[in-house]
């Protein structure tokens, strides 16, 4: 079973940086598209970024595009979420995700960013931009 840890989140003050871990265990595929989820309270979970692991390629929300990189290690079995330029409205909590599937799947799993579509779940961490 895909284990999933995050780590990373905290206290900010705005216009300032973070970055998040998710680091998985129990791969039994090659194929995953791994991401990063947020929510914000009274808000439904909102889909961020995504990466896939066959060829790389990466997705971003409107909302964090040219803010927010994320990237991987394959060595260390690593996802990382780089949050540059932090402001309020990015305050929630941060979870990472996965799900298996082929190479088109994963396409299509990283462009719609649906909660549903994602299986494996980590425990969630908090990010909170104030002054």
């Known amino acids: 079973q895909l284990q999933l840890v995050e780590s990373g989140g905290g206290l900010v003050q705005p216009g300032g940086s973070l970055r998040l871990s998710c680091a998985a265990s129990?791969?039994?595929?090659?194929?995953?598209?791994i991401s990063w989820f947020r929510q914000a309270p009274g808000k439904e979970r909102e889909g961020v970024s995504c990466?896939?692991?066959?060829?790389?390629?990466?997705y971003y929300a409107d909302s964090v595009k040219g803010r927010f990189t994320i990237s991987r290690d394959n060595a260390k079995n690593t996802v990382y979420l780089q949050m540059n330029s932090l402001n309020p409205e990015d305050t929630a909590v941060y979870y990472c995700?996965?799900?298996?599937?082929?190479?088109?799947?994963?396409?299509?799993?990283?462009?719609?960013?649906?909660?549903?579509?994602?299986?494996?779940w980590g425990q969630g961490t908090q990010v909170t931009v104030s002054s």
């Open positions: 995700a996965a799900e298996r599937g082929s190479s088109p799947a994963l396409h299509r799993l990283c462009t719609y960013l649906r909660s549903a579509d994602f299986g494996s």
């Open positions: 129990g791969f039994t595929s090659d194929y995953y598209a």
């Open positions: 990466i896939s692991s066959n060829d790389g390629s990466t």
